[in-house]
């Protein structure tokens, strides 16, 4: 499937930012500093997105606050990807009606995932009378247009009109960390797994230029950003859209040969196109950390083949091997469903025997929801809720098993990490995995590398000093 990447063009942008300096002036000509507060649920492209939405934000004359309470403007950024997640959303939106009473003059966004589903829209539209406007991922760059409209109108408006999905590149984005950077390097799938949501409201796979990429990850470490994680739904079919001839492998090896002290790291893959050249580039240079996110979904080939996942339990095993033949001390980390529609008990077991055959440092492990306008939400679906709770049950106390284990074993290792913050009084660090670390010392070594021997371990952090070599 030959799909063109739409660009949006620079002049229209440079319109949006127009517009971002209009609300600057109608808020200094009312000698008022507004205040806005996004709220971020979901995954790290909604991370991101926030990050460019404060930076639209700030653009306009916003300060940013963390929290809802006397904000002039309030974002829920949603996420659609289970059922939990959207209730959620409703529930927090639900009690926004108290911060609107108490400061009328509030004005409250809904975007993100949700805002792409037609259903969401209309219940907004119906019960949620205290939302000013909605628009889904393909129009956030119109952000600006959209609330000087509100803002003006006092109207109700809705940019959410269904399109493949396009790139909006040079948006301001105002980061959350000063050492760790999310760089998304495309957007949209295109793989349509059964259960999933993500191609319906992200559209259809679109890269990012490659010199563009390049650009923002020399930038954010000329800035002394020292970890960098390359966001993507599926990043190792980057590339198939452009016609540089680039793929994911080749991208990655280009910015581990940038100059300076940092790690780069990425997700997600799918093990359906994770190559061999993917696993000897990751093996070739030392600043791409040693970790892989690469779920697995299940350990029945059954039900893969129903997930449409393209590969079976085989080829993931395989896969597996390769990467740990290459690099011993790889951290791996993977996602899990229990309970997809008419899993067996047999097969559930292939998942936990999966498990136990990988041995993974941590799994995000989820029952199985479904999702309007998805195949699998139509799929005969005979096990009971009682019963998909006591296999989630048993998968995650067999996974907590083997993470202990596997937490044990860096006792006694030193390891060089990341020193990046301070909590309750302690430095927080992270190994090149991406494990947390707690140990103490001075504030000054924040930003820095540091060789750590590890002294403890939990089923979620070790602890660990400096070591004195
Ligand atoms: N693009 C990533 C995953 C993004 S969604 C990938 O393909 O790996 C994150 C995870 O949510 C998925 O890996 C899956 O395990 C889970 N998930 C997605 N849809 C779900 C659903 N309908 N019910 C339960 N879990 C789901
Ligand atoms: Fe969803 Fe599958 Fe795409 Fe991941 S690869 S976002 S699970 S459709
Ligand atoms: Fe959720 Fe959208 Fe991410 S559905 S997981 S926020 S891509």
Redesign the pocket.
Known sequence: METKTTVIPQEALQQQLAVCGQIRAYWSSRTITPRAYVETYG?QQNEADSERLRGLLSESGYAITDTAEGADVVIMNTCA??EHAEQRVFGNLGALTHTKRRHPEQKIFLCGCMAGQEQVVDRIKKSYPHVDGVFSTHHLWQFPQLLHQVLSTGKRTYFTEDEPGSIAEGLPQLRDNKLKAWVSIMYG?N?F?T????PYVRGRERSRKSEDILHECRTLIENGVKDITLLG??VNSYGKDLDEGIDFSDLLAKIAQLPSTFLVRFM?S?PRDASKKLFDTMAAYPKIAKQLHL?F?SGSSRVLKAMNRHYDREKYLETIRYAKSLMPELVLTS???VGFPGETEAEFEETISLIREVRYDSL?T??????AG?P?ASMPDPTSKEEKNRRFDRLCAVQNGISEEIHNAYIGKTMLCLIDGVDKEQLTARTEGGRLVRLSGPESLVGTFAQIKITGASTWSLTGELSKQ
């Open positions: 995954c990807i289970r799938c793989n797994c259960y999933c949501i993500v739904q599926n997600t799918h779920p979904q996602d899990v469903i995000f989820f029952i199985f929801s479904p999702r998805t699998a």
